[in-house]
């Protein structure tokens, strides 16, 4: 059984820091391209950054880009983000998900999900 849990969420003011992190098991986890997503209330999901099997190659939307890092530690199953100089319109669940394939960004299909965790930060 595939398991993605994330951790890390919570409450924080503008200009924070905050590090989610994805424990999976169930799977060959250095076989998997990762991904953090973010969801509003009322609103699609959204991509925020994949990072590929092995760590080598990342990919941030725009919105995000030099204030979140994304990284993975193949030994432990885990893939993180790391999410500084957090804004009120970060606020969300945000999630990870495993695609089976080298590479992962927006657009494309994940294979596991995760349950999310709660990212809220105020003004």
Do not use: H
């Not at 509003?40 to 999901?45: L, S």
Request: proline share 2%.
């Amino acid at each position: 059984q595939v398991q993605l849990i994330e951790s890390g969420g919570g409450l924080v003011q503008a200009g924070g820091s905050l590090r989610l992190s994805c424990a999976a098991s169930g799977l060959s986890f250095s076989n998997y391209a990762m991904a953090w997503f973010r969801q509003v209330p009322g609103k699609e999901r959204k991509f925020v950054s994949s990072i590929n099997w092995s760590g080598t190659n990342t990919y941030y939307v725009d919105s995000v880009k030099g204030r979140f890092t994304i990284s993975r530690d193949n030994a432990k199953n885990t893939v993180y983000l790391q999410m500084n100089n957090l804004k009120p319109e970060d606020t969300a669940v945000y999630y990870c998900a495993a695609r089976s394939k080298v590479l992962a960004g927006p657009g494309m299909e994940y294979d596991y999900w995760g349950q999310g965790t709660q990212v809220t930060v105020s003004s």
